[in-house]
């Protein structure tokens, strides 16, 4: 009995020499890349079978105040990491028998024109729709969108860049798009006479679903607590990032959260509960072109195959602003969730050395 107890006891302090020593190692190459980007603040949160192993807050989430970044506080601009928040909506509508993936988008915006071809929900969140991503400067826009079913404005004149389903081709707007059917869809009767708004469903659904108590739409005209200050590196110098207003997308890239957060949303992808399995799966698998060629990209979710063998699930984000990567490895139920408030920033490959590292336990 004594020697069983003392094998679990030895078993136990040597996992928990592990757990600080890789907690240390990540602790170093964090500050290493700190330094070597001059990223004003980055959050880190690494979770596992829901508990947090890992999560910690570097530099200053506001340079002027010396604010610093706390991993369970500050809300980074998480950019286009919004794609994959926001397909939990979509399949939450999904399930409850509200949308038809494949129906003709029509169905759910019947403002939408007739382009010569059809459009589905399914197209458009796989990125496999024919609509066109940002030109010009349309990325800095400054304007305050009402209502989700402005921001259709922006691009709903436009022609298609490719027979839809033909071709993988990134696109922002298109989520702007499955945003409007949602609201559409989420109404118990037309939207203009309900109080349903996909603001309002995402917050409903999702936000308060998962406990995702620090993640809102990035309001630019509210004063929002612990949102952090956003800055730009301009020849060698870090400085403030100009004002945008993110109204125009809040689907496909417009909310604001903390990485301890993302790892509440990750950890609810795992396996049944939130969304039932068979879900799960359809989301994350990659969708294929109509010549049946895969596009590692599912319905808001991106495939990450690693030289390793493993197969990560999960988003890049850019922002003016702010650079976010949202990881999950559902065998080991391993989420990590990294942001920093400056663009450019290049996590080159950091993201997945560390997540690799808490995988493998060394």
Excluded at 78 to 105: F, N, Q, R
Excluded at 193 to 211: C, H, I, R, T, W
Excluded at 333 to 351: C, K, R, S
Aim: aromatic residues 12%; glycine residues 10%.
């Amino acid at each position: 009995m004594k020697k069983l107890l003392f094998t679990i006891t030895a078993l136990f302090f040597g996992l928990v020499a592990i757990a600080q020593s890789m907690s240390e190692q990540a602790d170093e190459k964090l500050k290493k890349f700190v330094e070597e980007t001059q990223v004003p603040g980055l959050s880190i949160s690494i979770s596992q079978q829901g508990s947090l192993v890992f999560s910690k807050g570097y530099g200053y989430s506001d340079l002027e105040a010396k604010t610093p970044v706390d991993p369970s506080r500050s809300m980074f601009r998480i950019g286009s990491v919004s794609k994959t928040v926001t397909a939990a909506g979509l399949a939450k509508l999904y399930e409850d028998g509200l949308v038809d993936l494949d129906a003709p988008i029509q169905k759910y915006v019947p403002i939408w024109p007739e382009k010569g071809a059809e459009i589905t929900l399914r197209m458009l969140a796989g990125h496999l729709a024919g609509i066109r991503h940002y030109k010009g400067l349309e990325f800095m826009s400054n304007q305050k969108y009402e209502d989700v079913v402005d921001g259709l404005g922006i691009f709903i004149d436009d022609p298609l860049i490719n027979k839809p389903g033909t071709e993988y081709s990134y696109s922002s707007y298109g989520w702007n798009l499955i945003s409007v059917a949602m609201e559409n869809a989420a109404a118990p009767e037309a939207s203009f006479l309900s109080d349903v708004s996909f603001l309002s469903y995402m917050q409903n659904e999702v936000f308060d679903a998962l406990a995702m108590d620090n993640t809102v739409p990035d309001h630019a005209d509210r004063e929002i607590e612990n949102r952090v200050s956003f800055y730009q590196k301009q020849n060698g110098k870090v400085v403030k990032a100009p004002y945008v207003d993110n109204s125009y997308k809040w689907a496909g890239g417009g909310f604001i959260g903390t990485t301890e957060d993302l790892c509440k949303f990750g950890q609810a992808h795992m396996k049944a509960g939130y969304l039932k399995d068979s879900t799960l799966k359809e989301w994350m698998a990659s969708q294929k072109t109509s010549d049946g060629k895969a596009t590692n990209y599912g319905i808001g979710w991106r495939t990450f195959e690693r030289p390793s063998g493993k197969t990560f699930y999960g988003h890049s984000g850019g922002s003016v602003g702010g650079i976010t990567y949202f990881l999950i490895h559902k065998p080991s139920e391993t989420v990590l969730a990294i942001t920093g408030n400056m663009d450019p920033l290049n996590y080159g490959g950091l993201q997945f050395e560390l997540m690799e590292m808490f995988i493998d336990g060394k």
